[in-house]
């Protein structure tokens, strides 16, 4: 069959087939599917490099010259790893779609990712957190209310920034204490949270929100100084800013504190599945992790309080 050339208009029809599919069929959000695009957009880069012109001419030999590459100019190997799986991705969507005959990356293996824990917050200095943020929304000025709404329901439901963010209003149930959630892949998923998270809630409905809300506001639950919907880099730089009165805690992002609210349910006694459903883990695989968090600081705590440690 005719390859497709990897230069010019054939490869950008291409990708933005790619992009549709992983849209429309596999059900990506916009970052991954973006992260995908700049992956495969890197590979085809060096294809052109190494006088690779027709997608049809791809082999393994290739891919891994790539990564090799990618390795030589001190990439991470959780970078390399994402990188492959977005290749693989892409190549065997090109096989099934008939773009090239086989698929070259069959056998490509990209390099394990690292076993790093994810860094958490003590349950001490998640409260401590949440307590800034409360003495904070004192004064009522929108914002402020907004944020401890936003770490409240971070902290207490373990959800994403990102689906955090996409809430509206009814998707969140005041008398029963729970969200309703769109989590990757568009699977949805109902999560608890507890009365601390309802009162910011509560206070930021009545009181910070109608401060904010335009016109365009829409059926936003979380807002902007604009009254337009709340972005993760707002509630990323929150949080930064109110750990700055933590002392000794550690910077997290958005996501550190949904790790530390698993963490935290597994060291309350939470069942390891009850925690995978409530972050939304497609594999118990993935919930496990927090296990391995858990027992390192056990194994920390004893190190630093047992006599004859």
Not at 52 to 66: E, F, G, K, T, Y
Not at 142 to 170: C, M, N, T
Not at 277 to 291: D, N
Request: no cysteine.
């Amino acid at each position: 069959m005719a390859g497709v050339e990897t230069t010019g208009r054939g490869w950008a029809e291409v990708l933005a087939a790619f992009e549709r599919h992983l849209h429309s069929e596999r059900g990506r959000s916009e970052h991954t599917t973006r992260a995908y695009l700049g992956d495969v957009r890197s590979l085809v880069s060096f294809l052109g490099e190494t006088g690779v012109a027709d997608l049809a001419d791809v082999r393994l030999q290739d891919l891994r010259a790539w990564l090799a590459q990618q390795a030589q100019a001190g990439a991470a190997r959780s970078t390399i790893a994402r990188r492959s799986a977005a290749v693989r991705t892409f190549l065997a969507w090109a096989s099934q779609t008939g773009r090239i005959d086989a698929d070259p990356s069959l056998r490509l293996v990209a390099p394990k990712r690292g076993s790093h824990l994810p860094e958490v917050l003590r349950q001490a200095d998640a409260t401590a957190l949440l307590d800034v943020a409360a003495v904070a929304s004192d004064d009522q000025d929108p914002i402020h209310l907004r944020d401890r709404a936003a770490l409240e329901l971070l902290y207490a439901s373990g959800i994403r920034v990102g689906e955090l963010a996409a809430l509206d209003i009814d998707d969140v149930d005041l008398d029963r204490n729970v969200v309703r959630v769109m989590g990757k892949g568009g699977t949805e998923r109902t999560v608890p949270f507890g009365v601390p998270a309802r009162e910011a809630l509560v206070a930021w409905l009545e009181l910070g929100r109608p401060q904010l809300a335009v016109a365009g506001s829409g059926a936003a639950l979380l807002l902007g100084r604009r009254g337009r919907r709340a972005d993760p880099r707002q509630i990323r730089s929150a949080l930064h800013e109110l750990l700055r009165h933590v002392p000794d805690a550690p910077d997290i992002g958005p996501h550190g504190l949904r790790h530390s609210a698993a963490t935290h349910l597994l060291e309350g006694g939470a069942d390891l599945r009850l925690v995978q459903e409530l972050l939304g883990h497609a594999s118990l695989a993935t919930t496990q992790i927090y296990t391995h968090v858990s027992v390192d600081r056990l194994k920390q705590s004893y190190r630093q309080a047992h006599p004859r440690a």
